[in-house]
């Protein structure tokens, strides 16, 4: 009997557009050249780049696009051939330093200033059916592992139990909910400015993510 190859992971990333008081969005610049970034770079053998998507930084409105996305990346009825789904959401926090990789999604849209398509929740369940806005999801990625290999390639980053209550997180609830019917994962992270982390190191940050969350599967 040969050994086993690497165990084969598919990854598809996800991204933000402009945003009120972020009039240049970090993820669209990352998630936009990330394919030619990695073609150049290389990836661990048995990890796939899938899909890279700009969404709209919008919520109810802009539900259907989110899930044509997640529907895009799980086409297979197989839940096992799920297993080895992975999506990436990166969301730009403006006022942050460092990376950090958000371990939860609470069921509550409070956004702060309204989105791009007007709408201005306010302790709104994201999910009704999953209750009021008390409910938590969690990844089932392990987030300290992650951090680890992170930390490990001195970049600045931190984990995180609280993704705010605006568009990354309400992403991140649908998304993390979508994970645990379909059988994939899902994570979250937060980036900084450029004008904090420069696009180069976050490039290659976002590449090294991707094989931390790889290894992790």
């Known amino acids: 009997m040969g050994s086993e ?3 084969a992971i598919t990854i598809h990333v996800t991204g933000f557009k402009k945003f009120q008081g972020v009039p240049i969005n970090p993820t669209e610049a990352i998630v936009s050249n990330l394919k030619g970034y990695v073609e150049k770079k ?3 053998d048995g990890v796939t780049l899938g899909s890279c ?3 709209e930084v919008a919520g109810e409105g802009a539900l259907p696009q989110l899930y044509q996305t997640l529907e895009s990346g799980v086409s297979k009825p197989d839940i096992n051939s799920n297993a080895n789904v992975v999506w990436l959401h990166l969301g730009a926090n403006s006022g942050a330093t460092m990376f950090a990789i958000e371990r939860l999604a609470a069921n509550e849209a409070t956004f702060r200033c309204p989105d791009e398509l007007g709408w201005q929740p ?3 369940p994201i999910v009704l059916e999953d209750g009021g806005i008390s409910p938590k999801r969690e990844t089932s990625l ?3 592992a992650i951090y680890k290999f992170l930390k490990g390639k001195n970049y600045d980053v931190m984990m995180s139990d609280d993704a705010g209550r ?3 997180n309400y992403v991140y609830y649908h998304s993390l909910r979508f994970a645990e019917q379909k059988g994939n994962k899902s994570l979250f992270v937060h980036v900084p400015l450029f004008s904090r982390i420069d696009e180069e190191t976050q490039m290659r940050f976002t590449a090294s993510l991707l094989e931390a969350v790889a290894s992790a599967c």
Do not use: A
């Open 42 to 44: 290389g990836l661990p």
């Open 5 to 7: 190859g690497p165990k």
């Open 53 to 55: 998507t700009v969404l």
């Open 142 to 144: 392990p987030v300290d």
């Open 166 to 168: 605006f568009v990354c």
């Open 122 to 124: 306010h302790q709104v």
